[in-house]
């Protein structure tokens, strides 16, 4: 069926996610889902949903829009929402990163961007990381349309701070810069705070990871004005419903709820720090994570036989086998039976 395929289809290299098994009793530290279930404000405002199905959503998503401005102190029309900080990631590549000048963005990075580079039809150009897998800023002072990071890093897991955006856009005020925070809440510097004073910066944020709906498909873009509006036009151009009556709700409640937030991402970063502890102190060299996620090698060790002799002790983690980090493993924070059990068997193992 090869024959009818548009001409773009056939230079495609899509995106592999992290595998969903189906296989009962995994432990599945491998996509960096949150291991604890969602806000039951969350859950309940889902439930309340059910008698709005024959409607369809309301296609501004005003009442989430609100409720995100309102929790990061900017105004509703500088809110832009989609299915998924994905999709959000796709609407942004057209509208605002398709020029004839390369977009930049890190050679490690978020697997996804070189993916729509491609889609969409954008020229781009990697950033090679310094050899500790750390963004340097200074490497960005070459030609290019826009710079896009994503911070904390994937699969890294490594930081800047916001003083280093700001520096970057304070030096480059007529080039774009798209920080794609979907782990941001784990530690790190939110760049949201510098819109305001920053008509070149877009944050794209995720409710996957610290909100734990990576089922609901929730993200959320914030930048001035017409930026927003930029990926308004896309959007209508393509689905103006993306999200549903049950995303509406349930993204906006969990927003609400502080107490929950801030309950489970301290679990989470103290699981994560023990879990650094853990990994050291069995000889891995691990990089210094601000995500719910740890990125870690052993010095004598080959990372994809890790992976695979984890795999059939019945715990997933991620490995990549692209050069510089196809050692490396990408291990999601998970409970702290979970982290217990994988350590249990890296003490066997290395």
Known sequence: MSRFWSPVVHNLSPYVPGEQPKIDGLIKLNTNENPYPPSPRALAAIAAATDRLRLYPDPRATTLRETVAARYGVAADEVFVGNGSDEVLAHTFPALLKHDAPLLFPDITYSFYPVYCRLFGTSYEEVPLDAAMRVQLADYRRPGSAILLCNPNAPTGIALPRAAIAALLAEQPDRLVVVDE?????????????????????????????RALAGLRVGFAIGQRPLIEALERVKDSFNSYPLDCFALAGAAAAIEDDAWFAETRARIIASRDAMVRSLTGLGFEVLPSLANFVFARHPGHRGADLAARLRERGVLVRHFSKPRIQDFLRITVGTDDECGRLIALLREMV
């Open 182 to 210: 979907a782990y941001v809440d784990f530690g790190a510097e939110s760049a949201v705070p510098l819109v305001a004073r920053h008509d070149n910066l877009l944050v794209i944020q995720t409710l996957s990871k610290s």
